[in-house]
């Protein structure tokens, strides 16, 4: 098939499944579309690539892009017109998420001792345009089904398009290892690792949609819309091996497992106690590790990696050695550059940490560290509180916690300027309750309804 061809095909099948996906009975705006737009382009790759391919992987690592820039800044305006039209109260929101906002707030503190605050201060407000729209999305009618649907949406149009480029246009989609020559798979993404999490999250996000939606009165839409759910889905996984992410791979493992065994009635009869459980689990898995040496065995062979994480241990050592200041860091997302960004990418060829969680140590010390784990603890008593008041939901915030808590051990996602990062902040950030008493009356009546007939079970 040619590619113009080919193209043409490809882009008439997304459209067509976004119309039978546009067809569900949601209760969401056309406003969702913003947010969405947002959440593509940070999936992907710079839209100025698409038109020029030559452009825009590789930019000054301390400049931007214009064109992205102008079109991030009409989606933040129009986005900043939404809320104030909704008149969300801003106090309940921070009352509801303190800890992340503290986060939030002295990140953007440490740009005053940044060595770039120019730059430092251009990405923080690059974040607050990201937390915008996860506004947006949570003070829908039903914000619920607006995080489901916008992710959705969003993996529908990437998830094709990373096929297409992958499969017709290489130029643009594949790249070779400067000294290995070993081939990578980008699709619409900047790199495999984009493309594993494009993948990963697409993934279970579809796949939280198989198990959880139940049987509505259209019928014809209902099994149509499953059908599109599940060749997506299939698509999704097999792009995902494709990416050859080893990081993306374990996470989605470990979150299916973790969405699908929350369900299995021996455990769902138990969640209240599911911190006991976390524990015993942990405890399990070190004395296995420290008997068969279980760690080796899963990086090794089933991820086929060596015990350094592909070298990542001795870039974690340099990290550490650099001298950066333990207790505030070096400033906001300001790491890598200048003469730190010189020095990594001579060294290693890296131009990250390759763990969020000393990324977090680096830029914002030890202060940053101790609020993002405040954040993380207060995500799973969130989490945990969710599997009791509406279970469909709380394991999937359960299963995106602990794939980010893992993803992070290998890649960086704190930033709220990354995709990962903007999803889990979807689930993570509570719903102050006059947005939840916007809910439609019916939908909490079913919902209440199944839990009252599962507890009586």
């Known amino acids: 098939m040619q590619p113009q061809i080919a193209l043409l095909v490809y882009s008439l099948f997304i459209f067509g499944i976004l119309i039978v996906d546009s067809r569900r009975k949601s209760n969401i705006s056309v406003a969702l579309w913003i947010p969405l737009i947002w959440l ?9 690539n698409l038109f020029y391919p030559s452009q825009g992987l590789a930019p000054n690592n301390e400049a931007g892009n214009p064109f992205d820039r102008n079109i991030l800044l009409v989606l933040m305006f129009i986005a900043t017109l939404i809320l104030f039209k909704r008149k969300l109260l801003w106090t309940q929101w921070l009352r509801e998420n303190p800890w992340f ?16 605050p120019g730059i430092s201060l251009k990405r923080w ?58 081939e990578s798979l980008a699709g619409i993404t900047t790199d495999k690792n984009g493309l594993g999490r494009l993948c990963l999250v697409g993934g279970l996000f579809l796949l939280w949609d198989i198990i959880t939606v139940r049987h509505n009165n259209d019928l014809y839409n209902h099994k149509l819309n499953r059908s599109v759910t599940i060749i997506l889905f299939l698509m999704t ?32 009869t138990k969640v209240r106690h599911i911190g006991t459980l976390l524990v015993l689990t942990a405890l399990i898995f070190l004395i296995l590790d ?56 001579q060294k290693h060829h890296v131009s990250q940490a390759h763990n969020g969680y000393l990324e977090v140590y680096v830029e914002v010390g030890m202060i940053g560290l101790f609020l993002f784990a405040g954040f993380l603890f207060a995500t799973f008593r969130k989490a945990k509180s969710s599997l009791l008041l509406n279970f469909d939901y709380g394991r999937v915030r359960m299963a995106l916690l602990f794939i980010f808590l893992f993803y992070n051990i290998t ?26 008493s916007q809910i439609p009356v019916d939908a909490m009546a079913k919902s209440a309804s199944r839990n009252n007939l599962y507890n009586l079970g």
């Open 40 to 48: 593509a382009m940070l999936a992907s790759r710079p839209v100025v």
């Open 101 to 116: 906002f503290l986060f939030f707030l002295y990140c953007g503190i440490s740009i005053v001792w940044s060595d770039f």
């Open 125 to 182: 407000f690059r974040a607050i345009g990201s937390l915008m729209m996860i506004l947006v999305v949570l003070s829908e009618a039903d914000p619920i089904v607006a995080v489901r649907t916008v992710i959705r949406r969003c993996t529908y149009v990437l998830v094709p398009l990373s096929i297409l480029l992958n499969k017709y246009y290489r130029e643009m989609a594949v790249s070779y290892g400067e000294w290995s020559g070993t």
């Open 237 to 268: 996984i097999w792009l995902l091996v494709k990416s050859n992410s080893a990081t993306a791979l374990g996470s989605f493992v470990i979150g299916s497992c973790i969405l699908i065994g929350l369900g299995l009635p021996i455990i769902r």
């Open 290 to 345: 420290l008997s068969f040496n279980l760690t080796e065995v899963i990086v090794t062979e089933l991820l086929g990696r060596n015990m350094t994480f592909t070298e990542r241990t001795y870039i974690w050592a340099d990290l550490l050695d650099m001298g950066t200041n333990p207790i505030f860091g070096v400033g906001y997302d300001s790491f890598w550059l200048g003469e730190r960004f010189d020095f990594f990418m």
């Open 411 to 436: 890649e960086p996602a704190y930033k709220a300027t990354t995709f990962l990062f903007v999803v889990f902040l979807l689930v993570a950030i509570d719903i102050p309750r006059n947005v939840q």
